[in-house]
């Protein structure tokens, strides 16, 4: 073992710090909705996504909204039965649909797409416009060398 061994100190540990922040992020954006739209953080995130890329597959939505095959497969389930999504079967793979917002579901995205904006600038509020702009750009960088890893 080496004299000069570093400790792991988690509170200063990024992948325990950026967890610990998407996880306290996520759970306060998750009451607002839940109690307003009743809508969970993960139906939130294939609502998003489905508003700016419809006819994407539960597949393919899956990497974009950070969820695994179950929690898609959940959330996509429970707004296809609210009425906020439509499915249609591809004719190239019949085991396979594309997924669009209905107007209901496009009506919610509305109503929490402002919500959203305003929970965004409050936590930026601090920042100057050019140390957003730099966060931005660090966290783009993060996320390439996390991907460069997998």
Not at 25 to 38: M, N, P, Q, V, W
Request: charged share 30%; no cysteine; proline share 4%.
């Amino acid at each position: 073992m080496n004299d000069v061994q570093r400790n792991l100190h988690l509170p200063r540990f990024l992948p325990y710090r950026l967890t610990k922040l998407s996880g306290v992020i996520s759970r306060s954006l998750a009451g607002k909705y839940s109690a307003l739209f009743d809508l969970t953080i993960h139906e939130w995130r294939i609502v998003a996504i489905l508003g700016s890329e419809p006819g994407l597959t539960a597949r393919e939505i899956g990497p974009l909204a950070s969820l695994d095959k179950v929690s898609i497969s959940r959330a996509v389930e429970k707004l296809h039965k609210a009425g906020r999504l439509e499915k249609r079967t591809l004719k190239d793979d019949r085991r396979s649909a594309a997924l669009y917002l209905t107007a209901k579901g496009k009506a919610v995205l509305a109503d929490i797409t402002p919500l959203a904006q305003k929970y965004e600038d409050d936590l930026l509020a601090g920042f100057t416009p050019e140390e957003v702009e730099q966060l931005d750009h660090f966290l783009n960088r993060l996320d390439a060398a996390a991907e460069a890893r997998k």
